[in-house]
């Protein structure tokens, strides 16, 4: 990204915390009563404050974990024969911080007739499309508060973990900014059988 078009984050609470009203302003004051305000509010306008990049990113994925760790707890209190694994963690994107995604978990999946699919799901604070190529969000959008899906893996022998653009739509099982839709989904994907499946379809 262009230096000049890089984006600056202004610290807004230390502001709002700063502004404390005033009954009349420091010259009204001195006419009315003959007396030189000492405060410096009076005076000199606060300085704004701008975050870092890194302070931004702490601050998004603080954020995401707390949705991800409430998201996890949701979809594991629906139905006792449904429990997914708690795997948290969150990253903000680099060049745009106040964007950023959380991984909530990852399972493993058999349908009938298919191989096990393993997959994880996921949440960001913007809507995109999931990226064909090295780049994993493409065209995003910030419309949107929450974006939720899941996509297949292909777990590698050194252990990393790429998308397995083999199943379904180039690997995602599911993506949708409605909250509701995604929790049916996982729950779909972690449902022990096929009657559960369609028990958890028709709700």
Known sequence: ???????????????????????????????????????????????????????????????????????????????????????????????????GYCHVTAARTVFERTAPIHWSFYICNFLAEIGADEQFFERIRTDYDRMYFAVALDLQPTGEARINRTVRDNGILFRTSDPMEALKNVLILGAPDAALRQVIRSL
């Open 1 to 99: 990204m262009d230096a000049k078009a890089k984006r600056r984050y202004f610290d807004i609470r230390s502001a709002l915390s700063a502004e404390t009203p005033q009954k009349t302003a420091a010259h009204s004051e001195f006419l009315r009563t003959g007396r030189i305000s000492r405060n410096r509010r009076d005076w000199l306008p606060e300085e704004r404050r701008y975050l870092t990049y890194e302070e931004v990113a702490e601050r998004t994925e603080k954020r995401l974990t707390a949705a991800g760790e409430k998201t996890h707890e949701r979809i594991n209190a629906v139905h006792r024969t449904i429990r997914f694994p708690k795997i948290v963690f969150s990253r903000a994107l680099s060049e745009s911080p106040h964007l």
